[in-house]
């Protein structure tokens, strides 16, 4: 993707807001590529990962089925909308596939890859199953989803991410679970997200995480498994934020962006 990298580097655009994805970047030293095109204008500049279409088509469906109590069959009938909708607005300026040999994701693949998806999320999430997974039996229904932390730091623009699910009514010491839906297929995330969701929620005292208890954990949903994360990083998180921050102005003030060999 190198004349992609050479096009987006004359734009000066980065914004310097914080989301839980970007840290986990920062940390994990992941490439910038994928977050530079993230923000520059997508639509107009580069063709849509067929990733991203079918994880942010699963987030949708999942939103909907908890606010709008649909069932399994409107789920799986908004999930195959989702995957049209998607192709339909990427026609134009083109879709590509992951890089990956182990990636098995393709564009052929996308409606049943929804299909099966929505259909595991349903049978290891939903109060209506009878094999729900016993961690969510713990915890009152519905969650809230997609909740919005937009919260200050002082000398940063702050943090502005969104958390896919956050299950209350939990046990003592874990009232409250942060969950994030991953649709890869890899079954292994960084718990910086998490993390950074827990800091967040502390500060809109909707959370109180301590050392040694459970924050939530990510949901690997075709794999079926739950990966926890315990143990808050704590004041870890405010500098992870403003290294965070640092490195999107050393992008504005240069221009330059890393890529790895894969983009």
């Not at 292994?188 to 040694?212: C, H």
């Not at 050393?250 to 962006?257: M, Y």
């Amino acid at each position: 993707m190198s004349n992609d990298a050479q096009a987006l580097n004359q734009r000066d655009y980065v914004p310097l807001w914080t989301r839980a994805s970007d840290a986990r970047r920062t940390l994990h030293g992941e490439c910038d590529m994928q977050y530079y095109l993230t923000f520059i204008h997508p639509e107009e500049n580069y063709a849509d990962p067929t990733w991203f279409g079918l994880g942010t088509g699963f987030h949708t469906v999942v939103e909907e089925v908890v606010e709008d109590d649909l069932d399994l069959d409107q789920a799986l009938w908004s999930g195959q909308l989702e995957i049209e909708l998607w192709l339909e607005a990427t026609e134009k300026r083109g879709r590509f596939e992951s890089p990956s040999n182990k990636a098995k994701r393709t564009l052929e693949s996308m409606p049943e890859d929804m299909d099966r998806m929505i259909r595991k999320w349903f049978r290891d999430v939903h109060p209506d199953s009878d094999k729900r997974l016993g961690l969510y039996d713990d915890y009152d229904w519905p969650p809230k989803v997609e909740h919005i932390i937009d919260t200050q730091l002082e000398g940063t623009s702050g943090l502005r991410t969104t958390v896919d699910a956050i299950f209350t009514g939990g046990p003592r010491g874990r009232k409250t679970a942060i969950v994030d839906w991953k649709t890869g297929a890899n079954p292994k995330a960084a718990d910086v997200q998490i993390q950074v969701y827990a800091w967040g929620l502390k500060q809109e005292g909707l959370m109180s995480p301590t050392q040694n208890r459970s924050l939530g954990w990510f949901h690997h949903v075709d794999h079926g498994k739950l990966q926890k994360v315990s143990s808050y990083w704590g004041e870890m998180i405010p500098e992870l934020i403003r290294k965070t921050e640092r490195e999107k102005r050393e992008i504005q003030a240069t221009g330059k962006v890393l890529a790895t060999p894969d983009w």
